[in-house]
């Protein structure tokens, strides 16, 4: 078996969210999955086997299973589209079905995913403080015009927008404090954010809970992100630009388009690289 990796949500040929990809004719067992997954060390790795109408999806962390990862799923998507032709191709994961497009562009690869359903909530107050108290922040640094909120596109995220530039730059946090957080919360990860623009936002995603300290782009929140906006009624004109990972070196891009049905699918996109071996 033989595991591709491949760098998500690039920006040109640098930046991006490394994952790794195996497509194989059957699964490997759980366990030797979640053994690959810790062996190849990415935030995730997704594997693949075909089925009759598209291929059936598991995405594994270093320490535990996911149920959706929207960088591996671009990864996916680039890696079907070079083995098989620019495409749409159809993805049943453990609890969504969802489609991923591949395509070469120029010399490049590109691919965008339409994530499960969307949803929001607020976001419980005992939750909000300690989730300040773990990275340090004050109420005062919260953006009041995007109130702290569970939200879904396929995982779970809690979102705390904050209101200055220089407060996500120092984003910092103890990973086994931030990991029990998370767990306890049921959280995949916690998205902090500032919104530059209405459309153009810069984000950050702690990834505790898969023992990651830090994801440098983050397809899955993107979509809830891009979700829980159009809950609020955000004046996003239709899509939002993220930059993610600038703060950690590897700089990101990931545009996210929204729909006007409440709860449906988001589309994520963005290119992609190959990571030679």
Not at 198 to 219: I, L
Request: overall charge negative.
């Amino acid at each position: 078996m033989s595991v591709l990796r491949i760098a998500a949500f690039s920006d040109g040929d640098n930046g991006g969210n490394p994952a790794g990809v195996l497509i194989d004719d059957d699964f490997p067992h759980e366990s030797e999955m979640q053994r690959i997954a810790a062996e190849v060390g990415y935030s995730e790795t997704v594997f693949a086997v075909p089925t009759g109408t598209g291929w059936r999806v598991r995405y594994f962390s270093p320490e535990s299973e996911v149920p959706f990862c929207g960088h591996a799923t671009i990864a996916l998507g680039v890696a079907l589209a070079r083995k098989h032709g620019d495409g749409v191709f159809a993805l049943s994961l453990n609890q969504a079905e969802i489609t991923v497009e591949g395509r070469q562009v120029g010399e490049g690869m590109t691919a965008a995913l339409q994530s499960p359903p969307t949803r929001s909530e607020s976001a419980p107050a005992h939750l909000v403080s300690e989730a300040l108290h773990l990275f340090g922040y004050t109420p005062d640094e919260l953006d009041p015009r995007i109130p702290p909120a569970l939200v879904h596109g396929g995982a779970n995220h809690l979102v705390l927008a904050l209101n200055n530039r220089q407060a996500l730059a120092a984003m910092k946090y103890d990973l086994d404090v931030g990991r029990r957080l998370m767990q306890r919360a049921g959280l995949v990860t916690i998205l902090l954010a500032y919104a530059e623009t209405p459309q153009r936002f810069h984000t950050r995603n702690p990834f505790a809970s898969g023992g990651v300290y830090e994801d440098p782009a983050t397809g899955a929140a993107t979509a809830a992100l891009a979700g829980y906006l159009r809950d609020l009624g955000w004046p996003h004109d239709g899509a939002i630009d993220i930059v993610q990972g600038e703060d950690m070196g590897m700089r990101s891009r990931l545009r996210a388009e929204i729909g006007a049905t409440p709860g449906s699918s988001i589309r994520v996109s963005g290119s992609a690289r190959i990571i030679p071996i």
